[in-house]
């Protein structure tokens, strides 16, 4: 049993490792003992006591080798586990009724409170787990995928390093879109995007790399193919020879059909990567490249694409392909509920998943409340998987996202000198943008994201707030639970500087229409927002451009994002800002519980003017302070072009 044991543990370790050979030792010394002892030669009967001797000794040594194993294995297994079981988190209570928000106990503090809370432990957990070493990073890695880490991830780690990238272990979000594409031969990827790639109207930047250069790249405009290469100019030399597509449209262009899409992640999982993870010493090269690939220098004219165009259509229904047969996106219903329970919580919706709020296969309300579902400026896809490099996608296309370029060109700068102090700001939310997001035709901007949203906070209706119950009775001493109000929307209507600057795409009737509808103000230059404490982001077409920009500022940042983008795991929401639903019911309570406002009646008239209030003690003040502070700094972190290009080195390198 001792022999048969060690064995096991010997493949389990199946890496060239001290635990490798010891265990082998100890298989192979049990081995040859057991076969000595079944000897029944006389010669030997006088070394039986010996021999019994030494057994016992491998045997003690055996049983505590492993059983060091095992203490190690299930300390790792208790260090991982115990960060989403962390009694600090926010705890998900089942609702009364399907789909609806979950409960949160209002005798704990605002929710607000809560969910910062539970979001700063966890995200302080994150920082305290990173890998503090090459062979930590190795062993996290094999941890987390299963496989060993890629050729010249040594590289990668020295450049993480030396350029002080503060994340060295949080990259699913790049195995998780790249899984399915385990499935593909890689001739088949290559022989995809070749094909795309040398068509005239593909609507991608092509780049070839070759013998650790940038050959060629082509198509797009010039500041983008300048940033593309100059974002790999740092490592290119470590990465092999291949051919990538990177999207110039603000659009996702990737959606592969559910029962394809599911074979695809099933043969990955199941099939190429445990065969992939038997491989014990893999090599730290790439393979030579192909011959069905040429040396770069131009890329070969196709006349044959798979993408197809649907510009200014509706697109709910090619979007949600990718959704599981089971998932809200898919009922044979016209009107299923969204699944509120997976990203909300109660009593006004706020939001505490923002990875399940922008998963589209459980809310299909955004079919007709989200722009990009409305009429996009741009609708050129394709179903079958093709590796193309996305700026920004909605959750059921399967593009490929890295950072943005536009981010690292600086495209939305922040010029601190226009920027103030927290008390010098003025105490009430801001934007100022165009109607982008969709283009609207038959009056289809009332089916559009930002068109709602502005709409909303300016309502001249009802608006729930919570506020805290009345004193104690008995101690005459405040108590943190929370009861809901009813208000009139324009009591704090001084809390509220949100307006439309330009309306576009739009056909003529449409742009009277909406012009009619909202006050429209005069254009805005960029940096005036730098004079309110806090501050609305929110999509357009795609991905906002000026997030990064607001978090930098000494600004609160609020954002509502369906678009996801390369950072979800680097910038979390209730720690660098404030995330918010669409449909918007929790929007002014939340603004008014962070400014410290007190107001808020039945009244219509708001006599209260915009100021420069907000710094007081009350808690949802202190934490608007601490959160636009520690935004600023954490951009200061993990926002530099240095972590653009870590982050794109090791995509590249996957």
């Given amino acids: 049993m001792v022999s048969l044991f060690s064995l096991l543990c010997a493949k389990l370790s199946y890496t060239l490792s001290f635990s490798n050979l010891w265990f082998t030792t100890l298989y192979t010394l049990s081995a040859v003992f057991y076969t000595t002892g079944t000897l029944s030669s006389a010669s030997f009967g006088d070394k039986r006591s010996s021999l019994r001797l030494i057994k016992r ?148 930047i092509g780049v070839a790399i070759r013998d650790g250069k940038v050959a060629n790249i082509e198509k797009g405009e010039e500041w983008q193919r300048q940033a593309t290469a100059s974002m790999m100019e740092k490592f290119v030399e470590y990465l092999p020879d291949m051919d990538l597509g990177f999207n110039i449209h603000d659009e996702p262009r990737v959606v592969v059909p559910n029962d394809l899409l599911s074979s695809m992640v099933d043969k990955a999982r199941n099939e190429v990567l445990p065969r992939a993870a038997k491989y014990a010493t893999p090599r730290n090269t790439f393979s030579a490249r192909p011959g069905d690939m040429n040396d770069g220098k131009r890329f070969v004219e196709t006349y044959v694409s798979k993408f197809n165009r649907f510009a200014h259509q509706q697109t709910w229904t090619p979007s949600r392909l990718s959704c599981p047969a089971g998932s809200q996106a898919q009922t044979f219903e016209d009107y299923a509920p969204d699944n509120v329970t997976a990203y909300a919580a109660s009593p006004l919706c706020y939001i505490y998943n923002t990875t399940a709020f922008s998963d589209i296969c459980i809310s299909p309300s955004l079919s007709s409340t989200f722009g990009f579902f409305e009429r996009p400026n741009a609708f050129n896809i394709i179903h079958e998987l093709t590796p193309v490099f996305s700026q920004s996608k909605i959750s059921s296309f399967q593009d490929i996202l890295y950072p ?153 940042t609020y954002k509502m994002a369906i678009f996801r983008e390369w950072h979800s795991e680097w910038l979390k929401p209730w720690v660098h800002y404030i995330p918010l639903s669409l449909k918007g019911d929790e929007h002014l309570d939340l603004v008014r519980w962070f400014s410290g406002d007190q107001g808020g009646s039945d009244s219509k008239e708001d006599t209260k003017v915009p100021d420069k209030s907000g710094n007081g003690d009350t808690e949802g003040e202190k934490k608007a302070r601490e959160i636009a502070k520690r935004s600023t700094e954490w951009h200061d972190k993990v926002l530099r072009n240095e972590d653009f290009e870590a982050w794109f080195f090791r995509l590249l390198l996957e």
């Fill in 404 to 556: 943005s370029p536009w981010y690292w060109v600086g495209k939305v700068g922040y010029d601190e000198s226009h920027d103030t102090t927290w008390e010098n700001k003025t105490n009430a939310l801001y934007w100022r943008g165009s109607t982008t997001g969709g283009f609207s035709r038959n009056g289809g901007w009332r089916r559009q994201h930002r068109q709602h949203i502005v709409q909303r906070l300016n309502a001249p209706d009802k608006a729930q707030i919570l506020v805290p119950a009345a004193q104690d009775a008995e101690s005459n001493t405040e108590v943190d639970t929370h009861i809901v109000r009813d208000i009139d929307r324009r009591s704090l209507k001084h809390l509220i500087n949100v307006h439309f600057s330009h309306v576009g795409q739009c056909d003529p009737g449409d742009c009277d229409a909406q012009k009619e509808f909202f006050h429209v103000t005069e254009r805005a230059d960029g940096q005036d927002a730098w004079y309110f404490k806090h501050l609305l982001d929110m999509d357009g077409n795609a991905f906002s451009g000026r997030f990064y920009s607001f978090l930098k500022s000494h600004s609160l």
């Fill in 57 to 204: 000794i491998i045997f003690g040594v055996s049983v505590l080798s492993i059983g060091l194993l095992l203490f190690r294995y299930a300390s790792t297994v208790q260090q991982y586990r115990q960060f989403p079981n962390d009694s600090t988190a926010f705890i998900v209570i089942p609702p009364p009724s399907p789909f609806e928000p979950v409960p949160v106990n209002l005798e704990h503090g605002h929710p607000a409170s809560q969910l910062v809370k539970a979001a700063e432990a966890s995200f302080q957990n994150v920082l305290r787990s990173q890998s503090a070493s090459l062979a930590d990073a190795v062993h996290e890695y094999r941890r987390r995928y299963r496989i060993a880490p890629p050729p010249h991830f040594d590289k990668w780690y020295e450049f993480a390093i030396r350029n002080n990238v503060v994340l060295i272990d949080e990259y699913d979000t790049i195995q998780e879109a790249l899984l399915p594409f385990w499935a593909l031969d890689p001739a088949t990827i290559r022989s995809r995007i070749t094909r795309e790639l040398g068509g005239e109207d593909s609507a991608l």
